[in-house]
């Protein structure tokens, strides 16, 4: 199986479920400004029509894109672990929160990452996507996760968004429970690894020996 990412794109929620249900995968590293593989330059749309990240190719060939459906993907590879089963009113649940969080605050998002968005304009995106924070905050004031008490591939989504504010400079302080959220998520070890393996942070120091 084979993860073609960019480091700190929405490529990272599929990392991250892919290191939380322990599945063995080979990472493919793509140039997004050039849509090239970063190891040796050949054409990704030639892989990936659509261009751009994530993109999951099975051991049969097959490839899947989207966020949301590779998440799925994921998940039901080991049942149980990373979301409830298929067709329960739980899994419906997480699916409103994956939908939410890829149409509310991915695309949201994206127009701050486009050099041709207006400076004025900029304000009014973070103003309509701050009150789907405040929504996405409200909901975690209560509990670790968003559908409760485990992580699930709706947490690894959100995380990787709202990771943005690194990049897209806008301040998390503005919602503490999401703030801790974050905390929380970046400190499971699946989490860190991934971080690391992106070069989003340094590793963890080695203990000195005693």
Request: aromatic share 12%.
């Amino acid at each position: 199986m084979k993860l073609y990412y960019a480091p700190a794109a929405c490529s990272f929620a599929p990392h991250v479920a892919l290191r939380e249900a322990g599945i063995p995968f080979e990472p493919v590293k793509v140039d997004l400004r050039k849509h090239v593989l970063a190891a040796d330059g050949s054409d990704y749309y030639a892989i990936n029509p659509k261009g751009y990240v994530p993109l999951l190719e099975l051991d049969n060939g097959e490839r899947l894109s989207e966020v949301a459906v590779i998440l799925q993907y994921i998940a039901d590879r080991k049942p149980g672990t990373l979301a409830p089963a298929f067709g329960s009113l739980e899994r419906y649940r997480q699916m409103e929160w994956l939908n939410f969080v890829a149409t509310e605050l991915h695309k949201g998002l994206a127009p701050l990452w486009k050099p041709t968005t207006p400076e004025d304009y900029k304000p009014v995106v973070m103003d309509a996507v701050g009150r789907r924070f405040d929504f996405v905050a409200q909901t975690l004031r209560d509990r670790p996760y968003l559908t409760g008490d485990r992580f699930s591939i709706a947490d690894a989504y959100l995380f990787t968004i709202a990771n943005w504010h690194q990049f897209l400079k806008f301040d998390l302080a503005r919602w503490p429970a999401l703030e801790a959220f974050q905390a929380r998520v970046a400190a499971r070890p699946a989490v860190h690894a991934a971080l690391v393996a992106e070069h989003l942070v340094k590793p963890a120091p080695k203990a000195a020996n005693a």
